[in-house]
């Protein structure tokens, strides 16, 4: 063999043919190993992923391969076959696709020594510092829960950085090697004796883990699913195999993180996500390839993650949005989850509240199994929702009479609310009150939306980041008389504020945690019974267990029925069951108010009685009515150009060749996005479905090579198959 066939991260769909030195040798064992090579004026790193006797190109074209990574073991034959399937569904190029999955600082051109692989432990001082922590000292009682089950590796400790320094001068804790199993300080947590329904789940997964299976686990909010996963962990953990655990969020990793460590202290437990720094997530990368982690916790890019004895695949919350990425290689993470499974023959368990569509659909066509929590664990009741009429009842700034008394009383009786509006900001709109004129983003086909800072306000825009200070009058009519119209959380905690001056009050949002480290800080002092109410956006919403939060209100919710995307009611349902989920969890009953002008809207009814199967049939019933997923498979051609008229053109001419191609196939006519210009760009977009998944993927294989042949300079397109946005 003279020929190396290598995957480079270029828009070209194809491997590329480099010659091997006779001084290194290459053999089938070394396929998926990292190599160098010149490409154009570039030096690129690229994957060996073939060898061949001879190339299509004449000898004296083909260069030789600059050098070749030996100390990085090759990537797994698995992980390149993920890439493969990956890159065929998604019509992405292989080499780009696979290179995407690699760690950002595998790419840089002087390949980063991993962090020294040390831990942290408490020393005898540490360990009996730990026990005698006041409640308030929320930092250093995280570092303590973190360490008290063993050793921990640097990296896992990423946003404790000041805690970790003082602690270490102080002589608390000291830095270890990282033993390959940890010793334990503590003992570890005792299991709860399982529910009805969780036995069930874990036996029925259990007695199949030697093959793939798609399990559903259907279960109302705190009905404990996490503790069917960690029986399940625990198994496969017995067996010498690795957990793949994915979670949507990534503030979610350090709370699971803190209760596999309590319950595994021996596991070896490594996180996945982007919020780590680049050498963080090269180390814990790392630690998969070599096989040094027992279970991977992550967000959507750790269903990537290079794991030669995967034992089992959980994938929580399989219903969030944030499973889908939205730029570059558009995969799904749940669906790249079920496939990864399948072809390592072992289980997946997809766990939700109010699983999606498809997934539910899935489950009642038999391809995936079912298996129902339909009770909360422990003593815990479900909440109580009342839908407050707000024709009847008008909100002013933003709350209505029911809302605000129940806010009273709870703060009376000493207990925690916490107050959901989805939207960031002061306020959604500046607004003429002479002529009705609404301030818009120069940029960007949207509103700008008015923000607080510390200096005054500033009119932010959401989509392309343009920032600027409000215009002293109206830019259409001249007149003095601009207002703030709507609301946002930063507008509710002032109006709370002012009505509750003696509340403690915390808003969380995307820009109160920006900083590392912060939500864990959040989350700590809402534990600590230091909030009485909160006032949040959908970051609250996911799977964080306050046992305080007895009543959740909910505010402007309406605005998603009335959108033009068609999956906004089924990310409304499924935001407002998890957000009420959050309320009495402790053993307190929970109560919920939902603020809305169609209380009689079927979606809302099916809210008040928990009841998602009575939701999903109605959702379904529409869907299969119109043509929408999961009925159909829709792909998605997106463009954005610097005008309308030239994405128009293009869009024009793929529809004239999909047209050509399209056996059982629907093309539609070019529209513009939902958002129909971003920065400058004009966004436009051509709809392709099909009853038939090998209908549309045959379909789309031949339309993407003519793609690649219609001029396209000044413009991007992009295939989105399976899309989630318009
Ligand atoms: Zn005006
Ligand atoms: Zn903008």
Not at 172 to 186: D, E, G, N
Not at 194 to 211: P, S
Not at 319 to 329: A, N, R, T, V, W
Request: aromatic share 6%; hydrophobic share 45%.
């Amino acid at each position: 063999m003279s020929i190396a066939q290598v995957a480079l991260d270029t828009p070209l769909p194809r491997t590329f043919d480099y010659l091997i030195p006779a001084a290194c040798p290459l053999g089938t064992e070394d396929i998926g190993r990292r190599v160098r090579v010149s490409f154009g004026r570039r030096e690129l790193w690229g994957i060996l992923v073939g060898l061949a006797d001879r190339s299509e190109l004449p000898p004296e074209q083909l260069k030789p391969l600059l050098s070749v990574d030996r100390v990085l073991p090759p990537l797994p034959a698995s992980l390149l076959a993920l890439a493969r399937f990956a890159a065929d569904y998604y019509h992405y190029p292989y080499g780009a696709c696979l290179l995407s999955l690699l760690p950002p600082a595998l790419k840089r051109p002087v390949t980063p020594r991993p962090p020294p692989a040390y831990a942290y432990a408490l020393t005898p001082a540490g360990i009996a510092a730990a026990q005698r922590l006041s409640p308030r000292a929320t930092a250093q009682r995280r570092l303590a829960a973190h360490l008290m089950a063993g050793p921990v590796a640097a990296a896992e400790l990423s946003g404790l950085k000041t805690t970790l320094r003082d602690w270490l001068k102080r002589g608390l804790i000291a830095a270890v090697k990282t033993p390959p199993r940890s010793p334990c300080h503590f003992t570890p947590e005792v299991a709860p004796t399982l529910g009805r329904g969780q036995a069930e789940a874990v036996g029925a997964i259990l007695a199949k883990t030697d093959h793939f299976a798609a399990w559903l686990l259907f279960g109302v909010t705190g009905s404990g699913k996490t503790e069917v996963y960690l029986r399940l962990i625990e198994a496969v953990l017995g067996r010498g195999r690795q957990a793949l655990v994915l979670v949507p969020e990534i503030h979610l990793t350090p709370q699971l993180t803190e209760r596999f460590r309590r319950r595994y202290p021996a596991a070896r437990l490594v996180s996945l996500h982007s919020g780590l720094s680049d050498g963080e997530r090269y180390a814990n990368w790392l630690a998969c390839l070599n096989g040094g982690a027992d279970i991977v916790l992550g967000t959507r890019l750790a269903v990537f993650a290079p794991l030669q004895r995967l034992g089992l695949i959980v994938v929580d919350e399989e219903h969030d949005p944030s499973y889908k990425q939205m730029e570059g290689l558009r995969y799904s993470a749940r669906d790249v989850a079920v496939w990864r499974a399948r072809q390592a023959g072992v289980p997946v368990v997809l766990g939700s509240a109010t699983p999606a569509l498809e997934t539910w659909l899935n489950a009642q066509q038999g391809r995936y199994r079912r298996l129902d929590l339909p009770e909360r664990a422990g003593a815990a009741a479900l909440p109580e929702i009342r839908l407050v009429d707000t024709r009847t009842d008008r909100p002013r700034q933003g709350l209505s009479a029911a809302l605000l008394a129940a806010l009273e009383e709870n703060l009376s009786r000493g207990a925690q609310s916490l107050v959901f509006i989805n939207r960031r900001g002061y306020a959604p709109t500046l607004l003429c009150n002479a002529c009705g004129h609404v301030t818009t983003c120069p940029r960007c086909a949207a509103h700008l939306v008015l923000h607080r800072q510390k200096g005054g306000f500033r009119l932010q825009c959401h989509h392309c980041g343009l920032t600027r200070p409000p215009p002293p009058s109206c830019p259409e009519c001249g007149a003095l008389d601009l207002r703030a119209s709507g609301q946002g959380t930063q507008r509710l905690e002032e109006t709370l504020a002012e009505r509750f001056p003696e509340a403690r009050i915390l808003r969380v949002d995307r820009d109160s945690v920006a900083r590392k480290g912060r939500f864990a800080a959040v989350r700590d002092a809402v534990h600590e019974g230091e909030v009485d109410i909160l006032v949040g956006t959908q970051i609250l919403a996911k799977g964080h267990d306050f046992p305080r939060l007895t009543l959740v209100g909910v505010v402007g919710a309406d605005g998603a029925l009335l959108s033009a995307d068609y999956r906004a009611g089924e990310r409304l349902f499924a935001q407002l069951m998890q957000v009420a989920g959050r309320a009495g969890r402790g053993g307190d009953p929970g109560r919920v108010l939902v603020q809305t002008a169609y209380p009689h809207h079927p979606l809302y009814q099916a809210l008040v009685r928990h009841d998602y199967p009575a939701y999903a049939a109605q959702a379904l019933a529409e869907r299969r009515a119109a043509e929408f997923p999961p009925y159909v498979r829709q792909a998605m051609l997106r463009v954005d150009a610097r005008s309308d008229e030239a994405a128009q053109a293009f869009l024009e001419a793929a529809r004239a060749l999909a047209l050509e191609l399209a056996q059982g196939v629907t093309v539609f006519d070019p529209a513009p996005a939902l958002l129909a210009r971003v920065a400058n760009r004009s966004r436009w977009q051509l709809l392709t479905q099909s009853r038939s998944r090998s209908r549309l993927q045959a379909f789309l294989a031949a339309w993407v090579q003519r793609l690649r042949d219609l001029p396209a300079s000044g413009l991007n397109w992009i295939l989105d198959v399976d899309p989630l946005e318009f």
